[in-house]
Structures are given as structure tokens and as C-alpha cells.
């Protein structure tokens, strides 16, 4: 516990310290004021763009995740690229638990951001529990993105060419809520697409038990799977 | 303190090994040092010893135990110097070692700010490490290996890339820390950084050891037995070692001109080098 304490404090020496980086926690902040400020008023003057109101909410909270996918992502591959992960390897601690421990903070603040969005916000008024319980599969995405980009690539540049691709991947789900039914689950491939569903069926105040189960399970085997490539290669 | 019996190792993917049946042992308090030229097997050997490449065949015992057995308290017991400099740059000194001190038992733990005045880094504990030099950076290196007072030491090229000053520094470390009774395992291929500390040195080339021996033994084995005299005016005159003292040509001439230098003429280790192996050192 003290461990993770000191680590996620020098991980946000890091990220306060590097302005590319630190410009990146003001995301958050920004979808606040889109959401309550920027959406209303154009409803405002627009009535069409009521009809859109859910999606945009939808992708709001998906945003939010790529705040911490971007900066982990990015100390990640630094901390890689200038072999400071190769001391990790010769410490005693064991490497998976380490990996786990270190992003449950960004994944911890994602999900609580994520909550205060869909609690805070003019549209609807959704239901408490099950807005908790998307707000910590989505704040998953966290971790699955961050080790994926980092075990794919080598050095920034790339990780900035997966870092657009699987920003356009987990945002690609929102096309299944326009496509005709019977396409809709083709979209399951990426795992957003059942946060997607989830959030969805809670604005319709329905049950979104079936869309949760299969998103944690999704998200929990990419991130074993994830876990495990990541520790194989990260600390050599 | 560390056998290896028969170490080979292949990289994933690659067709041909890259260490070939190693043998050697280090005793307690020993510096030890593999002396070859790049791409030799050096730094993948240690990473094989320190846990990080996995999947060799062979045998190798850590204080009598093998090291498949050795869980994460294996690296309370070892310390490991890198090739490289390799720190949070954005971190200061203090900061980067206190976050991987918090990982350590702390009974053992050295004081960070006694560490950072033995490498005589104490007016820099508090600056970000992106404002260090070379040399300051790898006495960091060097600190951070050290800092859990371990039994064991692994320094890859712990002498590479500094200036004289900063690399005799290193050495005189090295040294002090086998003086307290730590075994040492470096690797260089810098003759002179070998020469100057290790107990004994093993060559390696292509991945197989060749010789195992103190630098003395070598340099006196594959050397003549003989020493040079050179004197004002004359042409050097070389006299065998053996009886020198009785020897009356060397008597009469050490007495009779303005000596200049005298030597013996033992090998240097990078002939010797040469000798074993038929391969030059600098690649
Ligand atoms: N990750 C890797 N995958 C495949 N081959 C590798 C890998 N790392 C090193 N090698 C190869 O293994 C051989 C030995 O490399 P190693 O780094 O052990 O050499 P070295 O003796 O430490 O050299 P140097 O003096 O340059 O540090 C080299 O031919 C190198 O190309
Ligand atoms: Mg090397």
C-alpha cells in the first residue's frame, strides 16, 4: 500500500512535470463544460440535436478514459525507452503485481470522473449504482489501453500511431447505435462497444446486466492477457 | 557464492545460441570479470544470473541454491550496476532512489544522503536528474546498486564512456566494496579497468569462454620471463629473471650506466588477449 503510494506520487511528479503531459488533466474538465455548458446551449438554439443528446454523453465518458490512456501510455513507453523499466525488473517485487497495482490509481480517478460526469449533468437522471458500476468498466479501459499500446510499441513515435488508433477504436462502437439491429453486436470485437450498450441501457433506465457481464469479462481477459505480454517485455 | 555449470542460451527467435556451455565460479569476495569484445555474450550472460532472460539450459547455483528457486528475495540480495545511465529524468536524484528504495527490506537499507556524499553527489541530491552529467548520472547507477547493501554485485561496463577521473572513481569503489567482503561480477572490455580490479578474469568470444585466471597469472604466463634495462647512451639490454640477482652482466651494467627505466616483460592483458583468442579486443 505504501508502495503504491510512492509510486503513483513520483508517476504524477512525472506527469506534472512534463507539460505535454500535463496539459492532457485538464480533459476532464473540458468534457464538464461540453456537457453542461456547451451541450445545453446548443440544444438551445438547435432542437435536432436533443435526439443526440444520449450519444454524445456516451462518447463524453469514453473520452474521459483516454486522459490517463494518454499519459500512462506515455510515461510507460519513456520510462521503456530510457530502460528506468529495467531497474523494476531487479527489485523485489513481483513484476504482475506490480503492473497491476501501479494503474489501479488512473483507472481508480477514471471511474470516479466518469461517475461525477454521468451524475453531473443536465439531461437525465440516472440511476446511482448502475452508473458506478459502467463508470468502473469503462475506467478498465484505462489499464487494457495503456498496456496494449505499450507492449506494441518501441519508442513515442509509434506509441503516438497507436495511441490514434486505438483512440478511434474504442470510440468506433458509437456507429452501432446507427447501423440496423441485426449489425449492432458486430461492433463486440471492440470491447468499448459493451460499455457503449451498458450506458445506453441505463439512459433508457432498463436492465444493463447482460451488456456488464459480458464487458467485465472482455475487459478482464484483454487484461490478463494484457498483464502478462506487458510483464514478459517491459522490464528486459 | 555463484556456479554455473553448462550455461547456453538462445534469444527467442533467434537460430543460433548466443552463450555456448559456460563454466565458471565466483567465490565470496572476489571481483570477477568477463573481458571480451561487443556482442560477445557479456551483458546476457548477467542478465541470465540477475533474472531477467529466462529459458537457458545448464545449471546455475546462487549461494548454493539453484536460481530457478530463488523467488523476488533473490534481488534483496543482489545489486545490479546497468550499461547505461537509466533514471526519471524529470525526478531528482534524491527522488529516483528514495521511489525504488521504498521496494527494499528497510533493515538493510544504506542512508540515501550518505550514498550520494560517498559518490560526492551531495550538492546535487535535490536537482532533477535531467541536469546531471554522464559521469554524475552513473555514479547514480552505481548508488542505486548499492543502496540495499547487497551480497552480490553485477556491473555491466561500469567504467564505459566516463573520463579517467570519473572511471577511477568507479574502480576505487568497486574495490572498497570487495574490501567489505561483496562478490563482484563485472563485465568491460577495457583491459586496464580488468587488469586493475579483478581477482580473475575469464575471456569470452562468441559466446564461449576461453581462459579463467588471475590477470597476473596471464600476463606472467604468455610474457617473457625477462627484464628490459635501458640506460643513457646504450641500447635497452634484456637479462633473464631467473638468478637475476647473480646474473654479472646485468650487475655490471645496472652499475656502470645512467639507468633510465628497467621492466619486466610480462604480457599485457590485451596481448595476452590476442594470444588466446586471435581476436583483437576493440571489435
Ligand atoms: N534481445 C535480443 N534478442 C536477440 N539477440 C540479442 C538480444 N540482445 C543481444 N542479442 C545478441 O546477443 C549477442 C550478445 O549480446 P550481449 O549484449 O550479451 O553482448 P556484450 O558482450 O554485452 O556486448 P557489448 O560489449 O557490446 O555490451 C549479440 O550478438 C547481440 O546481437
Ligand atoms: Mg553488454
Same mark, same amino acid.
Given at each position: 500500500?505504501? &508502495?503504491?503510494?510512492?509510486? #503513483? ?25 461540453v ?26 465518458t ?20 530510457t ?30 470522473? %466518469? ?7 443536465p439531461?437525465?437522471?440516472?440511476a446511482?449504482m ?9 475506467g ?7 498496456l496494449?499500446? %505499450? ?10 500511431i ?24 458486430v461492433?463486440g ?48 | ?19 555456448q556451455?559456460?563454466?565458471?565460479e565466483?567465490s ?15 551483458? %546476457?550472460?548477467?542478465?541470465? =544470473? ?28 543482489i545489486?545490479v550496476?546497468?550499461e =547505461? ?6 525526478? %531528482? ?13 528497510k ?14 553527489? &551531495? ?9 546531471? #552529467? ?13 543502496m ?15 573520463d579517467p577521473?570519473?572511471g577511477h ?10 574490501? &567489505? ?23 569470452i568470444?562468441d559466446g564461449?569462454l576461453?581462459?579463467?585466471e ?29 638468478? =637475476?640477482? &647473480? ?12 639507468? =633510465? ?8 592483458l ?5 594470444q ?8
Open positions: 500500500m505504501k &508502495q503504491l503510494l510512492k509510486v #503513483s506520487t513520483a508517476d504524477f511528479k512525472l506527469i506534472f512535470r512534463d507539460p505535454s503531459l500535463r496539459i492532457f488533466l485538464f480533459l476532464p474538465a473540458l468534457i464538464f463544460l456537457i453542461n455548458i456547451f451541450l445545453p446551449y446548443l440544444i438551445s438554439k438547435f432542437e435536432g440535436v436533443n435526439e443526440y443528446v444520449s450519444y454524445v454523453l456516451i462518447v463524453a469514453i473520452e474521459n478514459t483516454q486522459m490517463f490512456g494518454f499519459i500512462y501510455s506515455m510515461v510507460l513507453i519513456e520510462e521503456k525507452e530502460e528506468v523499466a529495467r531497474v523494476y525488473g531487479v527489485l523485489p517485487v513481483s513484476k504482475m503485481w506490480f503492473v497491476l497495482f501501479r494503474l489501479i490509481i488512473p483507472c481508480l480517478i477514471t471511474a470516479l470522473l %466518469t461517475w461525477a460526469i454521468l451524475l453531473i449533468q439531461f437525465y437522471s440516472l446511482i448502475p452508473s458506478l458500476v459502467f463508470s468502473i468498466l469503462s478498465l479501459i484505462v489499464p487494457v489501453y495503456v496494449g499500446i %505499450t507492449v506494441l510499441s518501441r519508442n513515442k513515435m509509434q506509441g503516438m497507436w495511441i490514434k488508433i486505438f483512440n478511434i477504436a474504442v470510440v468506433l462502437p458509437i456507429v452501432a447505435f446507427f447501423v440496423p439491429d441485426s449489425f449492432t453486436h461492433f470485437i471492440l470491447p468499448s462497444h459493451w460499455a457503449f450498450q451498458g450506458l445506453s441501457d441505463i439512459i433508457d433506465g432498463g436492465s444493463f446486466f447482460v451488456n456488464a457481464i459480458i464487458g467485465f469479462a472482455y475487459f478482464l481477459i484483454l487484461l490478463t492477457v494484457a498483464v502478462r505480454k506487458f510483464s514478459k517485455i517491459h522490464f528486459v | 557464492m555463484i556456479k554455473v555449470n553448462n550455461l547456453s542460451f538462445t534469444y527467442p527467435r533467434a537460430s543460433s545460441p548466443v552463450l556451455n559456460l563454466n565458471f565466483i565470496e569476495g572476489e571481483i570477477f570479470g568477463f573481458l571480451g569484445p561487443s556482442g560477445a555474450g557479456k551483458s %546476457t550472460t548477467q542478465k541470465i =544470473l540477475y533474472k531477467i532472460l529466462h529459458n537457458f539450459t545448464g545449471e546455475i547455483h546462487i549461494k548454493d541454491k539453484p536460481l530457478g528457486q530463488w523467488g523476488k528475495e533473490y534481488f534483496e540480495q545489486g550496476g546497468f =547505461l545511465p537509466n533514471h526519471y529524468l524529470k525526478l %531528482t536524484g534524491k527522488e529516483n532512489l528514495a521511489l525504488f528504495a521504498s521496494f527494499y527490506n533493515n538493510r537499507l544504506l542512508k540515501v544522503t550518505d550514498l550520494f556524499e560517498m559518490v560526492g553527489l &551531495q550538492d546535487s541530491i535535490h536537482k532533477k536528474v535531467e541536469t546531471y #552529467s554522464k559521469g554524475m548520472k552513473m555514479r547514480l547507477n552505481f548508488i542505486r546498486a548499492i540495499n547493501d547487497p551480497d552480490i554485485l553485477f556491473f555491466d561496463e561500469p567504467t564505459a564512456g566516463l577521473v570519473n572513481k568507479i574502480k576505487e569503489y568497486i574495490v572498497n566494496l570487495k574490501n &567489505q567482503g561483496k562478490t563482484i561480477f563485472i563485465t568491460t572490455h577495457d583491459m586496464t579497468t580488468a587488469d586493475e580490479i579483478c581477482d580473475r578474469v575469464a575471456f568470444v564461449k576461453r581462459v579463467t588471475a590477470p597476473s597469472t596471464l600476463k606472467f604466463r604468455h610474457g617473457e620471463n625477462q627484464v628490459k634495462v635501458e640506460a643513457k647512451g646504450k641500447q635497452p639490454a634484456k637479462f633473464p629473471l631467473e638468478h =637475476l640477482g &647473480q646474473n654479472a652482466g646485468f650487475l655490471e651494467f645496472i652499475s656502470t650506466n645512467e639507468l =633510465l627505466r628497467i621492466n619486466t616483460m610480462e604480457a599485457t590485451e596481448e595476452v588477449f590476442i588466446v583468442t586471435g581476436k583483437a579486443l576493440k571489435a
